[in-house]
């Protein structure tokens, strides 16, 4: 699957704004190791930088187009392109974040105890999990995708992201390999110019991806000309144009 980091930073504040949030979470240890795995253009390796700024952070992503634009912006980081699926970095660190990436991992029974058997004695494993597939957004993909002459080359699209898991399941997985596990979920508000053009740009950078990746160029026009479409009759825009996009998001800090 494509990766654009200039797609992906045209709403930055706004996808930055549940790292911030989710660090701010993290205990305050004296930090001597950080690392971001899926750190995208590197806007959450900053924050993470930020807030543990003795320890020597690294950042890893699969896309070489994040990486490339994640080096520029942090050139003091060591970033590589690396699937995290693969990933046998031993460590120990003292923070593990996962921001709005392992959404796209299978085996989350897997994934989550492996994390966490990296980290140091009161290291901390940081996720967010965007939590929108029942959303309008993400339910009108699917639809249209089924739903048109694509269809068969989008029969797998959906499935690209991994099972949802609920809130108590990610509890029950991580509280028993934790001394301690906070799980919440935050739904934010975007207020987004430009109506729904505003909205499926915002999903060009991600959830859209899947979908749009296997089309060619005549295809891909004609399901972004439906798909906004129903978006604008799911998401009436306000009178001065905005459309207030809600998006709800899954958090968890795991410590040992």
Known sequence: MSWSAEQYVKFEDERTRPVRDLLAAVPGVYARSVVDIGCGPGNSTEVLVARFP?????????????????????????FEVADIASWNAKGPYDVILANAVIQWLPDHATLLPSLVSRLAVGGSLAIQIPNNLDQPTHRLMREIAADGPWAAKLTGSAARRAPRQSAEWYYRTLRP???KTDVWQTTYYHPLADGAEGVVEWLKGTG??????PLDETERAA???????AVAQAYPALPDGTVLLPFPRLFMVATL
């Open 208 to 213: 859209l991806r899947p979908f749009l990746d």
């Open 223 to 229: 399901f972004l000309e439906r798909y906004t479409k």
């Open 54 to 78: 003795n320890a020597v952070a690294t950042g890893m992503d699969s896309s070489e187009d994040m990486i490339k634009a994640a080096r520029k912006r942090l050139p003091d980081v060591t």
């Open 177 to 179: 390999i934790s001394a």
